[in-house]
């Protein structure tokens, strides 16, 4: 089945700074790539997410980059705010047919004012 | 439209008890996955269901199962519960092979 390593485990900034997740996965015919926000005592809800047919996808303060021959994608936050802080989550698909994620460990992310 | 809804929305149960937990998914959604949410474990994936049939299992003893009804809402069942059961649940919804709708969860606490 897929692994799916994400890394830091924690991050913390200033406000004001970039914060950056990665996240690698081992099923190469992986093609669909979801990152979640969860706040505390929230649910999940997808960020942004990106397919295997393009390197970068940008929405606002939020990027996430693909690299298939590595096999990573990264989470980019700039201008990083407190509203910001809360653990995020990347996943990628299982192989064999329809799509269940693995999700990564998740990162807390804190944005010190 | 509205959001996925579970419920309860927290449970609070003794060892060997068991306990069933509701999703309704958001309106034709089909597809209903339900993950267990622990601090160690991170999102572990149970099971998928789809038109009324488990589509997809995770690693889970028997002790969790599950169905969905025809108008797509899903409940989970924990049998024999255990200590190690406590743990937040979460179902999703989806169209297609792709974004997850994920409800508020249910907390299960196991004393």
């Known amino acids: 089945g897929e692994n799916v390593e994400q890394h830091p485990s924690t991050l913390s900034v200033q406000e004001g700074d970039s914060a950056v997740i990665k996240c690698t996965y081992s099923?190469?015919?992986?093609?669909?790539f979801p990152w979640y926000k969860q706040e505390l005592g929230k649910r999940p809800q997808l960020i942004i997410d990106?397919?295997?047919?393009?390197g970068e996808k940008k929405d606002q303060r939020i990027a996430v980059t693909l690299n298939k021959t590595a096999k990573h994608f990264s989470l980019h936050i700039t201008e990083t705010q407190p509203e910001d802080s809360a653990v995020y989550f990347c996943?990628?698909?299982?192989?064999?047919?329809?799509?269940?994620?693995?999700f990564g460990r998740g990162t807390s992310l804190i944005v010190h004012p | 439209k509205a959001g996925v809804t579970q419920t309860p929305r927290y449970l609070i149960k003794t060892r060997g008890q068991q306990v069933t937990l509701s999703c309704s998914p958001i309106?034709?959604?089909?597809?209903v996955s339900w993950y267990q949410q622990t601090p160690g474990q991170g999102l572990q994936f149970l099971f998928e269901?789809?038109?009324?049939?488990?589509?997809n299992k995770g690693n889970f003893p028997g002790r969790f199962s599950g169905r969905q009804f025809s108008n797509s809402r899903s409940e989970m069942n924990v049998s024999t519960l255990e200590l190690g059961d406590s743990a937040l649940y979460l179902c999703?919804?989806?169209?297609?092979?792709?974004?997850?709708?994920f409800g508020p969860g249910t907390r299960l606490t196991v004393l």
């Open positions: 999703a919804s989806r169209i297609a092979n792709d974004e997850q709708f």
């Open positions: 099923d190469s015919a992986s093609n669909y």
């Open positions: 990106i397919r295997s047919n393009v």
């Open positions: 996943a990628a698909p299982r192989s064999g047919g329809s799509y269940i994620p693995t």
């Open positions: 309106s034709g959604h089909r597809s």
């Open positions: 269901y789809f038109s009324e049939t488990q589509r």
